[in-house]
């Protein structure tokens, strides 16, 4: 079974703010198990669907090698990480993690999606868009993990 952790959390708990606004807004540990046969490639998507403008993405992390089983917790936001793997471009236009900050207030929900992809992604930088465009029809498996924030 393709699964999804991040940090020690379960599923649904709050996330904590040294990965938000709130702290060092870093990004979190997030490790897998159970990829499934004739992946090449895995793609992680973080999104705020309960962003005021509609849906914000946080974090692309693609072309992660399948066998590494995680990303260690405060990545750079490198355009190539160490393990080889490519940072996209967030919501706000930046490169690698963009901080977990709703509106004061607010609780969201912040969903973690991983994908298992049959081949690499080939393009040189990747926002929301064309990371959908390259999981279209490519997509083996996906696996998903639910935390919540509130300022």
């Known amino acids: 079974m393709f699964t999804l952790n991040v940090d020690s959390l379960s599923p649904g708990s709050v996330l904590p703010d040294v990965y938000t606004c ?4 870093e990004s979190p540990e997030v490790s897998w198990d159970g990829v499934p046969p004739g ?19 946080h974090w692309i992390v693609y072309n992660i090698p399948p066998v590494s089983g995680e990303l260690a ?29 709703p509106p004061i207030g607010t609780t969201h929900r912040y969903i973690f999606r991983l994908y298992a992809v049959d081949m690499d992604i080939t393009q040189p930088t990747a926002d929301r868009d064309s990371i959908d465009w390259a999981l279209a029809d490519h997509t083996i498996a996906k696996t998903e993990f639910i935390t919540t924030f509130k300022r």
Do not use: E, I, M, W
Not at 39 to 57: M, Y
Not at 73 to 100: F, T
């Open 39 to 57: 992946t090449k490639s895995l793609a992680l998507v973080l999104d705020d669907p309960d962003a005021p403008n509609g849906r914000f993405t």
């Open 73 to 101: 917790r405060g990545q750079p936001n490198a355009k190539v990480l160490a393990n080889g793997a490519q940072h996209g471009d967030n919501s706000a236009g930046s490169r690698g993690y963009y901080p977990v900050c």
């Open 22 to 25: 709130k702290g060092a807004s």
